[in-house]
């Protein structure tokens, strides 16, 4: 895996409607940074530093961090980003201290974990009391993917390899090793000791332009939309 995601043609990046989404969320969360007020966001998995660079703007005056264990990404990411440090959520946890973060930021990470449960445990210890956390991943149940189970199609976003893409439609393998529902996602971030506050959808940049109005108004049934953005707290 770590062979997989040090590849320069592996795509680090995701759609910017998802990002901006995202940090409005985030941004009616945490309020304007007032003198002395800023605070401190980890934006985990942060790739190429387009989603954060995407968000800066509506985050102005807070101290957004961009974390990855990917070299290469990180060297994208500095271009971006004014910091930008290599982390990873298991084998010794993030460079950061417990309860030192007031905002995570966890854009399409969560599908391509080996151990999730590991992870949102280590963003709940690096997240002060009430920090949020800001997670989006792909939907399995996305409207165009009951579709496609129904005709036996394997559903998009799932991958059956990291060589190559069989029995779904796309052109590119991206290293998803599992995938949630919208009541999945909920109940998981819950057991891992976070309240949700709230579920929105967004669209996917890769649907056909003849279906992204369709893709569009999915959105505004979490359940169906192609991507679940999901807004919790630590408890």
């Known amino acids: 895996m770590r062979d997989f995601y040090e590849n320069p043609a592996v795509p680090v990046a995701s759609g910017p409607s998802r990002s901006l989404r995202q940090a409005r969320m985030l941004a009616g969360a945490l309020g304007p940074a007032g003198t002395g007020d800023a ?27 961009g974390v990855d264990w990917s070299q290469d990404a990180l060297t994208r990411a500095r271009t971006r980003l004014p910091y930008a440090v290599r982390g990873e959520l298991t084998d010794g946890g993030l460079p950061f ?36 956390l800001m997670l989006s991943t792909p939907n399995l149940a996305a409207w165009y993917n009951r579709a496609l189970l129904l005709a036996g199609v394997q559903p998009v976003f799932s991958e059956v390899s990291l060589r ?10 991206v290293g ?60």
């Open 39 to 65: 605070r401190t966001i980890l934006d985990i998995g942060c790739g190429d530093g387009s989603a954060a660079a995407t968000a800066a703007p509506l985050l102005h005056g807070h101290r957004l961090v």
């Open 97 to 132: 201290a417990s309860g030192s973060a007031d905002a995570v930021l966890f854009s399409e990470v969560l599908e391509h974990l080996v151990d999730p449960d590991a992870a949102l445990e280590e963003i709940h210890r690096v997240l002060r009391p009430g920090g949020h």
């Open 164 to 173: 190559g893409i069989h029995g779904r439609p796309g052109s590119e393998v």
């Open 176 to 235: 998803h090793l599992r995938l949630y529902t919208a009541r999945a996602l909920r109940e998981f971030v819950a057991a891992s000791g976070f309240t949700v506050v709230r579920l929105e959808g967004a669209p996917f940049h890769g649907v056909p332009r003849p279906l992204r109005m369709l893709d569009r108004l999915a959105c505004a049934r979490p359940p169906l939309a192609s991507i679940l953005l999901l807004h919790a707290r630590r408890s």
